[in-house]
Nanobody
Framework: VQLQASGGGWVQDGGSLTLSCAASGGSVRSNTIGWFRQAPGREREFVAAFGWSGNTKYTDPVKGRFTISRDNAKNTVYLRMNSPKPDDTAVYYC??????????????????WGQGTQVTVSS
């Protein structure tokens, strides 16, 4: 599976931004797709995941603000960021795995990764 992350950019605190993770060489319906982010000087951390079965999971700091969704026809998973904060500034990555059992919050659960897309939130 090849993943292409896009949609990053600059956004003001309280605005909105939608990231896309387009897959090729495999179906998003057969994969769990996760979004992670890495801020300067920090480790990569889990943001949200859309499971192959349709379940979703979010890290607490983004609950109620971010929404992960899947478009099977476009073979793409989206991360809608509403009311982003400066602390959300990071490079965002999407990962994919066909492994059924595992912790979606852990980076090593994912086998395939896209390149990152930079998100900068200004106050």
């Amino acid at each position: 599976v090849q993943l292409q992350a896009s949609g990053g950019g600059w956004v003001q605190d309280g605005g909105s931004l939608t990231l896309s993770c387009a897959a090729s060489g495999g179906s998003v319906r057969s994969n769990t797709i996760g979004w992670f982010r890495q801020a300067p000087g920090r480790e990569r951390e889990f943001v949200a995941a859309f499971g192959w079965s349709g379940n979703t999971k979010y890290t607490d700091p983004v609950k109620g603000r971010f929404t992960i969704s899947r478009d099977n026809a476009k073979n793409t998973v989206y991360l809608r960021m509403n009311s982003p904060k400066p602390d959300d500034t990071a490079v965002y990555y999407c990962g994919a795995t066909t492994v059924v059992r595992g912790r979606v919050t852990e980076e090593n659960y994912y086998r395939y990764w896209g390149q990152g897309t930079q998100v900068t939130v200004s106050s």
